[in-house]
């Protein structure tokens, strides 16, 4: 089965500061998409940021990146200058197959 | 252009009824994919439609039906309502195929059983 598991259930940043989310995941495919995507308190899932597996190069917008490490299965996000607009939560997704398999989710809280 | 948008936002029902959500995708978007999110939860994945037909199942039970109408928008059906259904439904909707896998979602219905 596929799986993504998120082990940081909160996290906190001061503003400014950068923080990274860890997440692994585990899939049997050979071509496939990785994603970070953000819940604020509105609900609207918000996609932050996308990886294709087949591409050696890490995925970047503008102040959040990934370390995309595909023989260890791990897909970390790095928020940079992180503003009080970032606190959310946030979930590490794979797509086997066309649908979004999520992670249990980790809450970031920015601190002024 | 209005994004995914979702009906009602906000539901109770009686533990044994029936309820319909609604989902009309973006625009320009053929396939809509269901998720349940437990409180405290990542979603997980019910059903995803394409061209009117069922395309992708997950691990829910057959009370979880759903409908696709050609204007591509859809509805999720919760038949027999237990406690543990008490979630938000999310909607999301995508084009198919590899090329532009982003899925975009809308504000969920929160669906309360008693």
């Known amino acids: 089965a596929q799986t993504v598991t998120q082990s940081q259930p909160e996290m906190s940043v001061q503003e400014a500061e950068t923080v990274t989310l860890s997440c692994t995941y585990d899939t049997s495919e050979s071509d496939y998409y990785l994603f970070w995507y953000k819940q604020p308190p509105s609900r609207q899932m918000i996609l932050v940021i996308r990886q294709e597996a087949y591409k050696q190069q890490n995925a970047t917008e503008n102040r959040f990146s990934v370390n995309f490490q595909k023989a260890a299965k791990s897909f970390s996000l790095k928020i940079s200058d992180s503003q009080l607009g970032d606190a959310a939560m946030y979930f590490c997704?794979?797509?086997?197959?066309?649908?979004?398999?999520f992670g249990t989710g980790t809450r970031l809280q920015v601190f002024p | 252009d209005a994004g995914v948008t979702q009906s009602p936002t906000h539901l109770i029902k009686t533990r044994g009824q029936q309820v319909t959500l609604r989902c009309s995708p973006k625009s320009g978007h053929d396939t809509v994919s269901w998720y349940q999110q437990a409180l405290g939860q990542g979603p997980q994945f019910i059903f995803q439609?394409?061209?009117?037909?069922?395309?992708q199942r997950g691990n829910f039970p057959d009370r979880f039906s759903g409908h696709q109408f050609p204007n591509y928008s859809s509805e999720l059906n919760v038949n027999a309502l237990l406690l543990g259904d008490s979630a938000l439904y999310l909607c999301?909707?995508?084009?198919?195929?590899?090329?532009?896998?982003?899925?975009?979602f809308g504000q969920g219905t929160r669906l309360t059983v008693v």
């Open positions: 997704a794979s797509d086997p197959a066309d649908k979004l398999i």
């Open positions: 439609y394409y061209e009117e037909e069922e395309r």
């Open positions: 999301a909707s995508s084009l198919p195929g590899t090329e532009n896998t982003e899925a975009f």
